[in-house]
């Protein structure tokens, strides 16, 4: 079966640029997700279809997929990013998601 | 406004049965392929199972495939997760989400959840 990795955690400093990657084979060839989860929320579509943002999501959100990499990426992070964030593929008719990355603003 | 509203979870025995229900309003219902994500306590997202907007086709994740079973009632606005022979590992926050036009559609759309808890 299909497998998205992402670290397990990553830290960034108020202002700077976080990034967030998410592997699996050949992910380049699908489309990556990527969702934001604060504590006791349910979770917020922040990217969809590798680099597009719904409306709403704030344009410090970009993405990026290519070989076997989907990125995440947050500039001029705010506290209020503070959050898990999961990445998400298709493959096969089955959704897999990443096991999510918890970002933190120190 | 676009909402999802779950309901029908709670604490079950092992081996026991329960049915979730989605209750959708706001946006046209029939257009949209549905789906279910669950999320045991402090781990990540997993998804459940999916259906396309007739109902004609649906998937699951293998961990449920024969005892969940997915359906919508589209003149209701509603999706359903009927849960068999329930275990302790079924035990999460479900979650239903909106998915788009196409299955390889993402989420835009979430419900508050509902939580399921499998123990004797």
């Known amino acids: 079966s299909y497998e998205l990795t992402q670290p397990p955690s990553v830290s960034v400093s108020p202002g700077q640029t976080a990034s967030i990657t998410c592997s699996g084979d050949?992910?380049?060839?699908?489309?990556a997700y990527w969702y934001q989860q604060r504590p006791g929320q349910s979770p917020v579509l922040v990217i969809y279809?590798?680099?597009k943002r719904p409306s709403g999501i704030p344009g410090r959100f970009s993405g990026s997929n290519s070989g076997n990499t989907a990125t995440l990426t947050i500039s001029g992070t705010q506290a209020m990013d503070e959050a898990d964030y999961y990445c998400?593929?298709?493959?096969?008719?089955?959704?897999?998601f990443g096991g999510g990355t918890k970002l933190t603003v120190l | 406004e676009v909402q999802l509203v779950e309901s029908g979870g709670g604490l079950v025995q092992p081996g026991g049965s329960l049915r979730l229900s989605c209750a959708a309003s706001?946006?046209?219902?029939?257009?949209?392929?549905m789906t279910w994500v669950r999320q045991a306590p402090g781990k990540g997202l997993e998804w459940v199972a999916n259906?396309?907007?007739?109902?004609?086709?649906?998937n699951y994740v293998d961990s449920v495939t024969g005892r969940f079973t997915i359906s919508r009632d589209n003149a209701k606005n509603s999706m359903y997760l009927q849960m068999n022979n329930l275990r302790a590992e079924d035990t999460a926050v479900y979650y239903c989400?909106?998915?788009?036009?196409?299955?390889?559609?993402?989420?835009?759309?979430w419900g508050q959840g509902t939580v399921v808890t499998v123990s004797s």
């Open positions: 706001g946006f046209s219902f029939s257009n949209y392929w």
């Open positions: 279809q590798d680099n």
């Open positions: 259906i396309k907007q007739d109902g004609s086709e649906r």
């Open positions: 998400q593929a298709w493959d096969n008719s089955l959704w897999v």
């Open positions: 050949k992910l380049g060839n699908k489309f």
């Open positions: 989400a909106r998915g788009g036009l196409a299955a390889g559609d993402g989420f835009d759309i």
